[in-house]
């Protein structure tokens, strides 16, 4: 073997030196115990490290399963309910600025996302977009959806063939946890697209 000189690997001497054999970095015993000690601790560091990583990767998913295990014990109302509010955010964020579908008043109070056909009379038509527009609260709350008056304005907002097809008969869809939470994004989504465009837009 040929012997190359090296300088010694510990930072405090960096002598040069012959070495003895191949992986020798250091230039007396003393270097070779300060590099060995300095490695060990090295080595320990990176251990603990890796141990609180991991914790922390423990902790992050044991909380994700806590939520989903969670969220498998809600009724499917639940995710219903999840799913209505995203829907008539969206209603109110499409038609915010317009009237009353009913009264035709924009008395500047508090609007509400209305129904023309109930939720709790025709499930089958709660995510129906052709359904459901901003109505006022006395017209939504006090007069029950004031839906002689949204009649009207319902056929001159959707069409006459919109409005036929709203109060023909629908099939009742089954919907599952995941469905609905789909559904509740899609409409999160849509109102965030909405809000963004007009943003733009302005
Ligand atoms: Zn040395
Ligand atoms: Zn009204």
Known sequence: MKKVRRR?????CREWFNPAFQN????????GTVIALAKREKDRQKSIQEAERRRRE????????T??????LQPLSHFHKQAQSAFNEY?????SGNPCIS?????GAKMNAGHYRTVGASKETRYD?????LQCEHCNSYLSGNIGEYKPRLITKIGQEAFDRLVGPHTLKKWTREELQE???HYRQKTRELIKQRGEAA
């Open 8 to 12: 010694c690997k510990n930072p405090d």
């Open 24 to 31: 020798q970095t250091w230039c007396s015993a003393e270097c």
């Open 58 to 65: 423990e902790t992050q998913q044991e909380k994700r399963h």
């Open 67 to 72: 939520k989903i295990r969670k969220l498998a």
């Open 91 to 95: 209603i109110r964020t499409r038609d």
């Open 103 to 107: 009264c035709g008043r924009n008395t």
């Open 129 to 133: 977009e052709t359904n459901c527009h």
């Open 183 to 185: 559904l509740a994004a």
